[in-house]
Every structure is written in structure tokens, then in C-alpha cells.
């Protein structure tokens, strides 16, 4: 009987560890990929900390720096919103070390992608 229970535990457990959706590492330093040149330099800092992510924002070239940003995230998709409004935002999927998506600014909205920098 408790041979049964244990063979019934561990299948359980190694199901949920396998079919659970795998854990985006989001923590880290991003930095907005400027192949067009359209968007100004931008890098955004994700900490987590008191059990929910932080983030803050950088725009060098308009003398930004720490500026909070709100972070939304669900599965593998993440809305960084930039104002309180949110009327400037980014939408975005995360692979890997790259989020991609796009950047919405006063109604303009653009493609955009992030790098994650390795620590």
C-alpha cells in the first residue's frame, strides 16, 4: 500500500515538474536592439524582490534614468507600461534572451525587441 502511494506521488510530481509551463527568467538588464534607428537608446532593468517583479526604465538620450515602469506578465508575454494612462507601453513575448514585440507611443506604434545582457 504505501509503495502505491509513493509510485503515485513521484508520477505526480514528475508530471507537474514536466508539464507546467517553464519559468521565463526575466530578472536582468534589457536593452532595446536600435536596428532601425527610429527609437531612441532605452534600457530596462527587471529585479524581483518581495515576491513581485520591479522594474525601471533608462532613456539616456532624453536624460531619463530609474524611471519606474508598471510590469504585467503572463505566460511567456510581458506589457511594460511606461505611463500611469497607459498610453505608452510595450508588448512583447519573451524567448529566451529576447523580448520582442511592439512599442506603443502617443498612437504610434512601432516594432521593437530587447536583448537580455548576460550577467
Known amino acids: 500500500m504505501?509503495?502505491?502511494?509513493?509510485i503515485t506521488?513521484?508520477?505526480?510530481?514528475?508530471g507537474?515538474?514536466?508539464?507546467?509551463?517553464?519559468?521565463?527568467?526575466i530578472e536582468g538588464t534589457?536593452?532595446?536592439e536600435n536596428k532601425n534607428k527610429t527609437c531612441e537608446t532605452a534600457v530596462l532593468r527587471i529585479q524581483f524582490g518581495e515576491g513581485y517583479y520591479v522594474a525601471k526604465l533608462d532613456?539616456?538620450?532624453q536624460q531619463v534614468f530609474d524611471n519606474p515602469v508598471f510590469l504585467q506578465?503572463?505566460?511567456?508575454?510581458?506589457?511594460?507600461r511606461i505611463d500611469e494612462k497607459g498610453d505608452c507601453f510595450v508588448a512583447?513575448?519573451?524567448?529566451?534572451?529576447?523580448m520582442i514585440g511592439r512599442s506603443v507611443v502617443d498612437g504610434r506604434s512601432e516594432d521593437v525587441s530587447f536583448r537580455k545582457l548576460k550577467n
Open 92 to 98: 512583447a513575448i519573451i524567448k529566451d534572451s529576447l
Open 30 to 32: 534589457w536593452v532595446l
Open 59 to 61: 532613456i539616456p538620450g
Open 16 to 25: 507537474t515538474i514536466f508539464l507546467l509551463p517553464k519559468h521565463q527568467q
Open 9 to 14: 506521488l513521484g508520477l505526480l510530481v514528475t
Open 73 to 80: 506578465i503572463k505566460n511567456d508575454s510581458i506589457r511594460v
Open 2 to 6: 504505501i509503495i502505491k502511494i509513493l
